[in-house]
């Protein structure tokens, strides 16, 4: 199976005041193609960051970070931004969507980064509302959805472009548990179905146990997979 | 293009805030339009003036007399062709604030000067046999209502040799000027009638207009009449149309100078609004932004997403404004404060504005929104 994200020997720390507080420390992780990921730990591990530095929202301090053939570190600013719309599609704990926007709007937020034509991006907004099963409320706005609704048009938001990666942080996180259910199964699909790869963050352990492999992480190691430790 | 609704929804995220912007903006470009029209007319005024007539006043002020009897003099003159003396009542029709100018002269010369006065021929020679006769202009005949054979009553300072200040004409014709409907606000009386009734400074002129051949010579015969008259006890200055009429303007004071900065001072306060404004939106959405940025969009492309933003409130409403300010326009005519339509050039440099206004406020938070931190933006710090 092809690595999609191959971190080694990766180190982050952040200043919070006068602290240095050492976040992920010579951590080496491999995600293959088509995996589903989940990444747990107690609040502080560092979950969070390393799903950043995946993403390429943020930078490591050492080591290297190569997600879908890119040697992250390696890329400027303007180049990373290019390579994030190319390659990953993102799923917050908050759905994060434009509040002015329709559900449509929304979804077609990655692709107006693309050369396609209008029609070409309203056939593959379509497609990605439909795979959520959002078409019906297309054009309402986030206030006028539900957050399992507004979660599931973020989903479509990440995949319109056909990501290679989709990194998700804590996407059940602010969902009742059908909601969250539903969400779970949305992601399973777009994972079996469409071989999109995902790396989910979350403190749910029924939300990891849908994933294909869990990975405990704790103050900035990664310990072991998550049902060894449990066991 | 494809951008467009994500712009136009960022502005507008709080609708009555935008709203109230947009008004104070739109409000500044009136008063931009109306005050730069203005001064614009003001700065072409004697743009159109008329090449081959001349103006003679009084080398010391404008508003010491002149001898009537310098009218012969200049009349000899080589190159004049023709010579009007003026002299001017200034007085209040039935109210003090409704100020009406009558001018005293020799009609058939005046109105052979001015031929973009137009009047009927009879209406002319009514005045030339009537002795108290008057030809009013278009726009003061609307004015007060004045009609051919009214009797009109006219209260001034000038004290009548039957001990009165009060004057009375009879309208015998109405004149119009099509070009210069400014121009329509004089009354044209008989300097005999005028000069022969009053106590004071009788005998006397406030200027001599003199219609000349050859343009090309002004300078020449402006130089043989104030010769003529040197070293006398009323030296006079002579000048062209252009000159005349931006010396009167200068009398004004600068008003150029005082109406920029007017309209500075206001674009200064609306600078801050206007910043103040597109800081708190870019603020409030700081992580939507970071979303934008998440999903690909450059830091240069967001900065420019919030640079659009400003430019499109402040171009609309500056356009908004200075149509607002060309459909105003027209009522500075009738007041004969300016012309009848906005220049294209208010245009222009309200638009110049416009921009200009849009980048001074629009950076800070474009700066903000290019600097934001995707990650710390993200997590709310």
Same mark, same amino acid.
């Given at each position: 199976?092809?690595?999609?994200?191959?971190?080694?020997?990766?180190?982050?720390?952040?200043?919070?005041?006068?602290?240095?507080?050492?976040?992920?420390?010579?951590?080496?992780?491999?995600?293959?193609?088509?995996?589903?990921?989940?990444?747990?730990?107690?609040?502080?591990?560092?979950?969070?960051?390393?799903?950043?530095?995946?993403?390429?929202?943020?930078?490591?301090?050492?080591?290297?970070?190569?997600?879908?053939?890119?040697?992250?570190?390696?890329?400027?600013?303007?180049?990373?931004?290019?390579?994030?719309?190319?390659?990953?599609?993102?799923?917050?704990?908050?759905?994060?969507?434009?509040?002015?926007?329709?559900?449509?709007?929304?979804?077609?937020?990655?692709?107006?980064?693309?050369?396609?034509?209008?029609?070409?991006?309203?056939?593959?907004?379509?497609?990605?509302?439909?795979?959520?099963?959002?078409?019906?409320?297309?054009?309402?706005?986030?206030?006028?959805?539900?957050?399992?609704?507004?979660?599931?048009?973020?989903?479509?938001?990440?995949?319109?472009?056909?990501?290679?990666?989709?990194?998700?942080?804590?996407?059940?996180?602010?969902?009742?548990?059908?909601?969250?259910?539903?969400?779970?199964?949305?992601?399973?699909?777009?994972?079996?179905?469409?071989?999109?790869?995902?790396?989910?963050?979350?403190?749910?352990?029924?939300?990891?146990?849908?994933?294909?492999?869990?990975?405990?992480?704790?103050?900035?190691?990664?310990?072991?997979?998550?049902?060894?430790?449990?066991? | 293009?494809?951008?467009?609704?994500?712009?136009?929804?960022?502005?507008?995220?709080?609708?009555?805030?935008?709203?109230?912007?947009?008004?104070?903006?739109?409000?500044?470009?009136?008063?931009?339009?109306?005050?730069?029209?203005?001064?614009?007319?003001?700065?072409?005024?004697?743009?159109?003036?008329?090449?081959?007539?001349?103006?003679?006043?009084?080398?010391?002020?404008?508003?010491?007399?002149?001898?009537?009897?310098?009218?012969?003099?200049?009349?000899?003159?080589?190159?004049?062709?023709?010579?009007?003396?003026?002299?001017?009542?200034?007085?209040?029709?039935?109210?003090?604030?409704?100020?009406?100018?009558?001018?005293?002269?020799?009609?058939?010369?005046?109105?052979?000067?001015?031929?973009?006065?137009?009047?009927?021929?009879?209406?002319?020679?009514?005045?030339?046999?009537?002795?108290?006769?008057?030809?009013?202009?278009?726009?003061?005949?609307?004015?007060?209502?004045?009609?051919?054979?009214?009797?009109?009553?006219?209260?001034?300072?000038?004290?009548?040799?039957?001990?009165?200040?009060?004057?009375?004409?009879?309208?015998?014709?109405?004149?119009?000027?099509?070009?210069?409907?400014?121009?329509?606000?004089?009354?044209?009386?008989?300097?005999?009638?005028?000069?022969?009734?009053?106590?004071?400074?009788?005998?006397?002129?406030?200027?001599?207009?003199?219609?000349?051949?050859?343009?090309?010579?002004?300078?020449?015969?402006?130089?043989?009449?104030?010769?003529?008259?040197?070293?006398?006890?009323?030296?006079?200055?002579?000048?062209?149309?252009?000159?005349?009429?931006?010396?009167?303007?200068?009398?004004?004071?600068?008003?150029?100078?005082?109406?920029?900065?007017?309209?500075?001072?206001?674009?200064?306060?609306? $600078?801050?609004?206007? !910043?103040? #404004? &597109?800081?708190?939106? @870019?603020?409030?959405?700081?992580?939507?932004? +970071? /979303?934008?940025? *998440?999903?690909?969009?450059?830091?240069?492309?967001?900065?420019?997403?919030?640079?659009?933003?400003?430019?499109?409130?402040?171009?609309?409403?500056?356009?908004?404004?200075?149509?607002?300010?060309?459909?105003?326009?027209?009522?500075?005519?009738? $007041?004969?404060?300016? !012309?009848? #339509? &906005?220049?294209?050039? @208010?245009?222009?440099?309200?638009?110049?504005? +416009? /921009?200009?206004? *849009?980048?001074?406020?629009?950076?800070?938070?474009?700066?903000?929104?290019?600097?934001?931190?995707?990650?710390?933006?993200?997590?709310?710090?």
């Amino acid at each position: 199976m092809t690595a999609v994200v191959s971190l080694q020997k990766v180190a982050k720390h952040y200043v919070r005041g006068t602290q240095r507080v050492e976040v992920l420390q010579r951590l080496d992780l491999e995600v293959g193609s088509g995996e589903f990921l989940a990444l747990m730990g107690p609040s502080g591990s560092g979950k969070t960051t390393l799903l950043n530095l995946i993403g390429g929202i943020d930078r490591a301090d050492q080591g290297s970070v190569m997600v879908a053939g890119e040697a992250l570190d390696k890329l400027g600013s303007r180049a990373l931004a290019r390579w994030r719309a190319a390659h990953v599609g993102f799923v917050f704990q908050f759905y994060n969507l434009m509040p002015m926007l329709s559900a449509y709007q929304n979804v077609e937020l990655p692709l107006l980064l693309t050369n396609l034509t209008k029609a070409q991006r309203a056939t593959n907004v379509r497609a990605a509302l439909a795979l959520v099963d959002m078409s019906e409320r297309q054009a309402h706005r986030p206030a006028e959805l539900s957050g399992g609704q507004q979660q599931r048009v973020a989903i479509a938001r990440a995949l319109v472009a056909d990501p290679t990666l989709l990194v998700c942080d804590e996407p059940t996180g602010d969902l009742d548990r059908t909601m969250a259910s539903q969400t779970l199964d949305l992601l399973e699909m777009v994972n079996r179905e469409l071989g999109t790869t995902i790396v989910m963050v979350t403190h749910d352990p029924l939300a990891a146990d849908r994933a294909s492999r869990r990975l405990h992480l704790d103050k900035g190691r990664l310990c072991a997979a998550a049902a060894e430790l449990a066991a | 293009m494809k951008f467009i609704p994500l712009i136009w929804a960022g502005l507008w995220r709080k609708r009555t805030r935008t709203i109230f912007t947009l008004l104070s903006i739109v409000v500044a470009f009136i008063l931009f339009g109306v005050l730069q029209g203005v001064a614009t007319w003001l700065n072409g005024f004697g743009a159109g003036s008329h090449t081959n007539r001349l103006y003679v006043v009084s080398r010391i002020s404008e508003i010491q007399p002149l001898p009537s009897g310098y009218l012969s003099h200049i009349t000899r003159v080589a190159g004049v062709r023709q010579v009007a003396q003026v002299a001017a009542l200034v007085g209040s029709y039935q109210q003090p604030t409704n100020t009406v100018v009558v001018l005293a002269t020799d009609p058939r010369a005046l109105f052979a000067l001015y031929p973009e006065w137009r009047v009927a021929p009879q209406q002319l020679q009514a005045l030339t046999r009537t002795r108290t006769g008057v030809i009013v202009g278009a726009r003061v005949a609307r004015l007060y209502g004045w009609r051919v054979g009214d009797v009109i009553p006219i209260r001034t300072s000038v004290l009548k040799n039957d001990g009165t200040t009060n004057w009375s004409f009879q309208v015998v014709g109405i004149y119009d000027s099509p070009d210069q409907p400014s121009e329509e606000d004089r009354m044209i009386a008989n300097y005999e009638y005028i000069d022969e009734a009053r106590h004071f400074e009788r005998g006397t002129v406030f200027a001599f207009v003199v219609g000349i051949d050859d343009p090309s010579s002004a300078t020449r015969i402006c130089a043989a009449i104030d010769a003529r008259f040197a070293n006398s006890a009323d030296e006079t200055l002579t000048q062209d149309e252009k000159e005349y009429i931006q010396g009167q303007i200068r009398q004004l004071g600068d008003v150029g100078s005082l109406l920029n900065a007017i309209v500075g001072a206001v674009f200064f306060t609306l $600078l801050f609004l206007t !910043g103040n #404004t &597109l800081t708190q939106s @870019v603020r409030e959405r700081i992580p939507e932004l +970071a /979303v934008l940025k *998440a999903i690909g969009f450059a830091d240069g492309s967001v900065t420019l997403l919030v640079l659009t933003e400003a430019a499109l409130l402040c171009s609309a409403a500056a356009l908004i404004g200075l149509l607002a300010a060309a459909a105003l326009f027209p009522a500075t005519a009738a $007041l004969g404060i300016a !012309g009848t #339509t &906005l220049p294209a050039k @208010v245009y222009a440099i309200g638009l110049l504005i +416009a /921009v200009g206004l *849009a980048l001074m406020s629009g950076l800070p938070p474009a700066w903000r929104a290019h600097r934001l931190q995707v990650v710390e933006a993200l997590a709310g710090r």
